[in-house]
């Protein structure tokens, strides 16, 4: 007979994992929230990402054009320096920071549909790192959840901490985020604000 004891000890953390959906063929599938306490991560110090490009499709959809603006403005903040944003037909070689439908995106076999509208995908890449989206704003919440993991802040519209630290983490292994519902939002005020609202991954009206 099978006791609680024995199972309890034959019931690895890979095993969790596994049962609550959270690691699947070598990927890490994360709710929003534990984004920012992703420990599998390794550091570039602030020196190096100085070096680092912002790339783009040829044809970048106005989502994948936000996104990196917003990515270049946050890390100017933190590094205080501007990163170069390119499309990809430009890019040559160096670190990278890969936004939306790349065909660095598609050499690595990426899915989208399993990200369906706001999803986000984090691809770790010996250039750089992939961040792939959703068909809706998939990419943009992606490069929020970076800045998140950056220890930056947006607690009101007016009120962001920018962490000024000495290095930035980027991930180690894949990871997955899949909003587990679909139409999110509060009647806090400050959901008017539609930074405010990217940031924290609300719907709009139009969503």
Do not use: C
Not at 36 to 45: C, K, M, P, R, T
Not at 136 to 156: D, P, Q, S
């Amino acid at each position: 007979m099978r006791t609680m004891a024995d199972s309890h000890k034959k019931f690895s953390r890979r095993d969790f994992l596994r049962s609550s959906g959270l690691f699947t063929a070598g990927v890490m599938l994360l709710p929003p929230s534990a984004l920012a306490q992703l420990q599998d991560v390794h550091e570039v110090s602030v020196g190096r990402a100085w070096r680092y490009t912002i790339v783009l499709p040829n044809q970048p959809d106005a989502i994948e054009q936000q996104a990196a603006e917003q990515l270049q403005s946050y890390l100017l903040k933190e590094l205080g320096r501007s990163l170069a944003i390119m499309r990809e037909g430009a890019y040559r070689s160096g670190p990278a920071f890969f936004l939306g439908k790349t065909q660095r995106a598609r050499a690595q076999h990426i899915s989208l549909e399993p990200l369906q509208r706001d999803g986000f995908a984090y691809h770790p890449v010996p250039q750089g790192l992939i961040v792939a989206g959703g068909t809706n704003k998939g990419v943009l919440y992606g490069v929020y959840g970076l800045l998140e993991l950056w220890k930056f802040r947006m607690y009101t519209s007016t009120a962001v901490v920018i962490p000024h630290a000495k290095s930035i983490a980027l991930p180690k292994t894949p990871v997955v985020v899949v909003p587990p519902v679909h139409y999110r939002t509060t009647s806090y005020q400050d959901t008017l604000a539609p930074q405010y609202m990217a940031w924290h991954r609300l719907s709009s009206q139009e969503d």
